[in-house]
């Protein structure tokens, strides 16, 4: 089946300071990209959808310009949470969405563990 | 946001038994309904997913039923393994998902 990675897997920050995470598909072209946060023994949690080539589209109480996305390509989005504070520790999962497949099938990679000091 | 509301938050079944969870949801425009399995510290995979035209599916050991009129749809894991120990989630589209349900499977 379809692969999406992460990178990095595990990410341990000071606070303030800003984290880059990476979504992939690898061997798959992906329209859209999704971003979710999960909190331990909790559900996923939308945070925004990224579309190649455009603005991201945030979900209701998610800022924006702390949490800033990049869809630069078909097989590549970033996730980056600016000046990081202990709250934003959690698991960041990224899915994907196949160009080729039906439409609301999405591929999710193996999530990114934050953990803000 | 619609809402999905999944129970139980947690079951124990012993191995060879069924697990069935369930979920409902409050808005019937949406077409697609999806199944997905989370190990510790792992992504979601998709396990199984239903459109509403048919009532039910079935793969492998895993089915989804699908009442429309009452707004639920339920997974069944059939011949329950260990290895099928997990938290399972429902999901409208991939928009929103249920709260998790914890499957534990005993020997």
């Known amino acids: 089946g379809a692969v999406v990675s992460q990178h990095p897997s595990r990410v341990i920050c000071k606070s303030g300071t800003s984290v880059k995470i990476e979504c992939r598909s690898l061997d798959f072209q992906a329209t859209t990209m999704f971003w979710y946060r999960q909190f331990p023994k909790q559900s996923l949690m939308l945070m925004a959808t990224?579309?190649?080539?455009?603005?991201?589209?945030?979900e209701q109480g998610v800022e924006k310009d702390k949490f800033l996305i990049n869809h630069a390509s078909l097989t590549l989005s970033t996730l980056t949470v600016t000046s990081a504070h202990p709250e934003d520790s959690s698991f960041y999962i990224c899915s994907a969405q196949s160009l080729a497949g039906a439409q609301e099938t999405q591929y999710f990679g193996p999530g990114t563990r934050l953990l803000v000091l | 946001q619609q809402q999905v509301k999944q129970s139980p938050q947690s079951l124990i079944v012993q191995k060879g038994g069924i697990s069935i969870i369930n979920c409902a949801y409050e808005?019937?425009?949406?077409?697609?309904f999806p199944w997905y399995q989370q190990f510790p510290g792992k992504g979601p995979a998709l396990l199984i997913a239903i459109r509403p035209d048919v009532s039910e599916k079935k793969e492998g050991r895993f089915t989804i039923s699908f009442n429309k009129s009452a707004k639920q749809f339920s997974l069944h894991i059939m011949d329950s393994q260990p290895g099928d120990s997990a938290t399972y989630f429902c999901?409208?589209?991939?928009?929103?998902f249920g709260k998790g349900t914890r499957l534990s499977v005993i020997a």
């Open positions: 990224s579309n190649e080539g455009s603005k991201a589209t945030y």
């Open positions: 999901a409208r589209l991939n928009l929103v």
């Open positions: 808005n019937t425009a949406f077409d697609y």
